[in-house]
């Protein structure tokens, strides 16, 4: 699909996306609003199955991927997944693994807004600088 440089505006093809789930469409747009602020030359990059974040590499994604039983998900959900060279041991943390040595994938499913808070942003910030460091 499409990639847009860090622009105010929610492309097409971002919006696209949500298309089949719009409901979840707003927590998308505060996080996707805080990486832009936060985090500099964020780049996005729009895909079948999920919106990627980058900089100089990808640092973390969106995603309808389940991370949870179906009895346990909330509705709507999104999922973020971002890597880091370490393991957060935190009960937000739906999944994990260490796909490479020191490296360790992580995927937190959230079904508010208000889920995407400083601790997450954090992480995510500390993914960015992680993925800029290769």
Known sequence: MGEE?????ISSEELFFFDRKPAALPMYEVLRESLLAGIPDVR?????????FFSKHMFAAVSF????????RPDPF?????????????ARI????EPYPNRW???????TSEEIDDELLAWIGEAA?????K
């Open 105 to 111: 994938t992580h995927h937190v499913m959230i079904g």
């Open 78 to 90: 999104l999922t973020i997944t971002f890597g880091l060279p370490r393991r957060i041991e935190s």
């Open 44 to 52: 996005i990059e729009v895909k079948k199955t999920q919106i990627s």
């Open 65 to 72: 991927a389940p991370a949870r039983k179906a009895k346990d």
């Open 5 to 9: 440089n860090c622009r105010e505006t």
């Open 129 to 133: 600088a992680f993925a800029g460091g």
């Open 94 to 97: 739906d999944a994990a693994a």
